[in-house]
Structure formats: C-alpha cells, structure tokens
C-alpha cells in the first residue's frame, strides 16, 4: 500500500504539474532486458532490438529481419506490479539503410483518484492525507511512443600518421522520429519530436596489428532535440527535456573460457547527470551473463541465444521495489532461408 501511495504521488507531480521537469518521464525508462541486465549502459553497444532507444545509428548494425518483443513488470512482482512496460518492434534493412518501427507503452491500473492536496506544502502530511482518503474512483495512466528509424552505416578507412597502414573503420549514423501519445485520466496529451545518434566503431587488431585484441565503439546520441512538446487537452504544454547520452564499450575475446567479454560506460545528462556501468560475458556465443549499476541500483542479467532465437531476462532492485523485465527476438531473415 506504501508503494502504491508513493507512486501515485509521483504520477501527480510529473504529469498535473505545470512543471515541464519531467514531462515525458517514461521516455528515459530503459528498453530491452539485455541493455537493462547490462545497467542500462548500452548507447555504445546498441546492436539489437532495442537499439532505437540508446542510440538511432545503432539501427543499421542490428541484423535485418529482427522482429522483438519485451514486457516488464514494475515495482511489484511479476503478476501484479504497480506498472507494466511493454516493447514491440522490428528492424528492416533496405538496400543498406536501416529501418526500424516500434512501440513502447508505459501503464499503470487503479490509480486512486484523489481531492488536490497540492496546496498542503509538507509532503508528509500530504502523504497521510492520502492514505487516509477512503472516497473516489480510480483512473488509469497511459503513455506510448511510436518510434520511426533510419539508419546508415558508412565504412572507410583512416590513416593515424604514426603507420604506413590505414585502419578500417565503421561509422553508423541515424535518426528517431517519434510520437507520443498519452492519456491520464480524462486529460490526453500528444508529442511529436525526434533523435539523432553517431557511433565510431574500429578494431583494436587492426589499429595494433596483433589478433585477438578486441573492438572499440564510441557514441554520442542526442535525444529530444530542441525539447519535445507535449500539448494536452486542457490546454496546457509540457516540455520534454533534451538529453545528451554518451557510450564507450571494449568488447574482447577470452578464449581460455571460450567467450567474449564486453565492458561498457554510458552517460546521459539532461536535468541530472546519470552514470551507468555494464559488463557482459558471452560463452561461445550462446550463453550470456551480465552485471550492471543503473544510477544507484544494481542489475543483473542473463541470456540466450539459438539460432533465430534470442531470449533475455534482467532484475533491478528499486526502492519502489523489483523490476523484472523479459525480452525475446526473431530472426525472421533466418526462419524464411530455413523454409
């Protein structure tokens, strides 16, 4: 019941405030279980179906054919969670242009509908205030983005200057149109805004002239350029702050252990500055663990991989309580050459 108190005051504070703070808020929930597994560290990775979310570029190096699909339960157990998050997409490439659509949904059921108590300036009192309100209905909260991606991977080759021999590199490049649309209560708002993204990708063997030595990618995304507006049916306009995310990852063979290992750093900043950590090991490519720090909160992850499957779980404890999240995705290229 605590919790339940708690995230209806939030709800309140983000969406019936005239502050535009953190209009949009469900936007910055990460997408995808193995980004999540990973603390959410992923703009530099962003090779899979959530890719549209760290980073637009990371679209066009993200398999073609990919249909993915991802439900999390939040701040409850997994049958009965005070939010659920919800993923559906595909990626497409069209004579080397990436393509992508997706859906992400953010809802929560039964929210109490309550008297305004905003003008009762100590949060605690206002907290008791609800709690103690036995009257009222209930309402629901429902907010979508609908994602439109495009992405293109350049590849050339760059002299350092120190060597007579130039090193192949990869620059992905893509853009995000999106629109939101979201319903709390009787009041609905509707967005329209977009991203871009940049990642340099170049192997360490090539840059060394040794084997085994690793790859390296470096990103920069920028989401919700020149703020994205919200504007609702009473009239009113909210803002959604623009974020400026950056990803470093360093992903090497072990062979001794017969896998890979991928270490990654991301950044996001918008009204706060957040820093997140991943680490990933891959055994031969089938089996998958990973650990991961998202802002304060601890990830752990795990994953696998057959074939034209991939399935991915990852738990986050919050102090709203645990968040479980469930990805899969389909290789539809691989299913259609198998018939």
Sequence with gaps: MKNWIVFSLLIFSFVYSDNSKYAGEFLRIPVGA???????????????GSSFYYNPAGVAISGSGVLSLMYSSHFGGLTNPLASFFHIGFIQNVQELGLAINWVRLSV????RTPDFTNVEVPIDRENLVKNYSGGDFFSDVEDAFYFSFSKEFKFNINFGWSRYKVPVSLPIGVNFKLLNQKLGFE??????????VMFRFSMDDFLQRENVGDVSISIALKDIGKTRISWSTRREHFVESTLMFGLSYTFPVNFISGKVTVAYGSQNSYLTDKLYGIEYGYKDLLFVRFGKNVENLTIGAGLKIDFLIVDYAFLLHDLGAVHRI???LIIDKILRKL
């Design 327 to 329: 990805s899969s995705s």
């Design 34 to 48: 193995r980004a999540l597994g990973m603390g959410g560290a992923f703009i530099a990775i962003a090779n899979d």
């Design 188 to 197: 609905k708002g509707t967005g329209f805004g977009f991203d871009a993204g």
């Design 109 to 112: 059921d039964n929210i109490p």
